[in-house]
């Protein structure tokens, strides 16, 4: 045998010999703890999520596992609906109502209660009729060890091209665990356990009748932090029907007093736990940005137009401050149609840094007074600042020129400028308010360290045209009064009001851009208010537009004297 047959055998018995050692320890040593089983191969659907307009049969497979499904967006598993033949796919808008049937989402169905204290109620109803209605299916494959795959899910909308109130809507789909929503004790989109506590303990105290107001009555939505999200399957759908993206997600309930709201607005987060994905997969804004979290807004206090943060975000893009964009969906939760919203950005770290060009780790956001993005200390910037710029005298040039040293000036009063033109009260300035700056300077051309003010919640009281906003501003906000007493800035703020007021929120432009969104929105308006308060009429609706262009046509004739009074 020759030195190479021979190396040649050793190598094979080597061979031999390792892959014999890697069975035994394979099968007959014990397994690791937490190490992974092999999965059986997971579900394939033999059609995607999407709009169809003919019914059709859908197939589950593979053959190799036993599959196991279930039609309400609960988890599958071998309790659930077994898969044995193929699923007929057709229109759910005849089935029954479901989710849409409940009255513990919002405390405003307690009519009784809300008269009693001498309030308002909101006129909620349930739906009276078959709302639309989508198809959810959510399937699991067992192998014969009991081994069990990913979690297939899907949707199917069949039969939408004719249907009133999606032209020119994008959709979004998020499938979670009915129990996620609406269990009693741990379900985020209902009253539960948290008001029944609440009752029992203050009904007819002196503290439950001081709180009157019926949204901010305690409930399980109305709980914050992680401990309330739930994880949930979001899939985006284009105006043309296109699916866009599909991704695990968290959601919470998002909003102060409108979180008693019918409906309510949805924060949804993309975080690494559910996918392994930190940001959302699509560019959803159509500006390249992708965000790790976003608001699925269903207007807020303005839920019967839903239109002024849209209208105000989209007539100040050019000013010297932050804005949101926005995009209009309709939203289907587990398969039932669930009314009208804009998908709006959040301002976190990510977004300034893609918009502003500063580093994300660099940066610190400051909502309503308290740190959102940042280390605990560096909240004594903003302190220092506010201490600064509330309490030094500013007529001073000295003081003053400080305070520009701190603060972008241009943005400060850019901000306030529009703020004021609108008449914004009740709960701004006190609160509804959000800034930012850089830690430490870059070499950017935001990165100077300066505090710059961001736009949003315009949807609260305001658009009063009769309003002194600023005596009532003056009031309420420290460093806002201080700095009235300086010339430079009061000449500035006061032509800068009227500037915005002539560029931005003339009578024609506006009236313009509010016919614009009439003609858009009107049809969507009319299936979400006929769905959430049996009302297809659109009188609300017509008559708080007619109202908000008024504004916009004879807010100068009354706030004109107003500024003259301050020069």
Not at 9 to 29: E, G, Q, R, V, Y
Not at 208 to 232: C, H, I, M, P, V
Not at 446 to 454: L, N, P, Q
Request: glycine fraction near 8%; aromatic fraction near 16%.
């Amino acid at each position: 045998m020759t030195f190479y047959k021979r190396k040649y055998t050793i190598f094979c018995l080597l061979s031999i010999f390792t892959f014999s050692a890697l069975l035994l320890f394979k099968f007959f040593l014990p397994a690791k703890r937490g190490a992974t089983t092999v999965s059986p191969n997971n579900v394939i659907f033999s059609r995607d999520s999407g709009f169809y307009e003919d019914a059709f049969e859908l197939e589950l497979g593979p053959a190799s596992g036993t599959i196991y499904y279930t039609l309400d967006g609960s988890i599958p598993d071998k309790g659930s609906l077994k898969y044995e033949a193929p699923i007929l796919i057709s229109d759910a808008s005849d089935n029954d109502n479901c989710f849409s049937t409940r009255t513990d989402v919002s405390t405003g169905f307690e009519q009784a209660e809300i008269e009693r204290l001498s309030s308002d109620p909101p006129g909620y109803q349930v739906p009276g009729y078959n709302i639309d209605k989508a198809t959810v299916i959510r399937a699991v494959s067992y192998d014969n060890a009991g081994n069990k795959s990913e979690i297939k899910t899907a949707v199917y909308f069949v039969g939408f091209s004719s249907r009133n109130g999606y032209d020119g809507m994008n959709i979004i789909s998020i499938i979670t665990a009915p129990s996620n929503l609406f269990d009693y004790e741990t379900g985020i989109y209902v009253t539960g356990k948290t008001y029944d506590e609440y009752i029992k303990k203050y009904r007819g105290s002196e503290y439950y009748w001081r709180e009157e107001f019926w949204t901010l009555w305690s409930a399980n939505y109305r709980n914050r932090g992680k401990k309330w999200e739930r994880d949930a399957v979001c899939q985006f759908f284009d105006e043309n029907g296109q699916q866009v993206l599909e991704q695990k997600c968290g959601i919470r309930i998002h909003g102060g007093a409108s979180r008693g709201y019918n409906p309510k607005s949805l924060n949804i987060y993309a975080r690494k736990e559910y996918d392994g994905n930190p940001q959302l997969q699509y560019d959803l804004f159509g500006t390249g940005y992708y965000p790790s979290a976003v608001t699925l807004s269903q207007g807020g206090n303005d839920i019967r137009t839903k239109s002024k943060d849209y209208l105000i975000a989209a007539s100040t893009k050019d000013l010297n401050f932050s804005t949101m964009n926005h995009e209009p969906y309709v939203l289907f939760l587990n398969g039932e149609y669930w009314g009208i919203y804009w998908l709006n950005e959040k301002y976190d770290a990510r977004y300034l840094d893609y918009y502003y060009g500063v580093s994300k780790d660099n940066v610190i956001i400051i909502k309503e007074g308290v740190l959102e993005d940042g280390d605990e200390d560096d909240y004594k910037f903003y302190s220092k600042m506010i201490d600064f710029c509330s309490q030094s005298d500013v007529s001073i040039d000295a003081n003053y020129k400080k305070v520009c040293e701190l603060i972008d000036m241009n943005s400060y009063i850019d901000y306030y400028a529009v703020m004021l033109f609108i008449g914004r009260n009740g709960d701004w300035p006190s609160g509804n308010y959000a800034l930012w700056r850089v830690k430490k300077k870059e070499s950017s051309e935001y990165g100077d360290g300066k505090w710059r003010w961001m736009l949003f919640d315009l949807n609260s009281p305001g658009f009063d045209i009769c309003f002194d906003p600023i005596e009532y501003t003056m009031e309420n906000d420290g460093m806002f009064k201080n700095l009235m007493t300086n010339n430079t800035f009061r000449t500035q703020l006061l032509q800068r009001i009227r500037e915005i007021a002539n560029a931005n929120f003339s009578p024609e432009i506006m009236e313009q851009r509010i016919n614009r969104y009439k003609e858009f929105i009107s049809d969507p308006m009319k299936e979400n208010d006929k769905r959430f308060f049996n009302d297809d009429s659109l009188a609300v609706f017509d008559l708080e537009m007619k109202e908000l262009n008024n504004f916009f046509t004879d807010r100068m004739t009354y706030l004109e004297p107003i500024l003259e009074g301050y020069e």
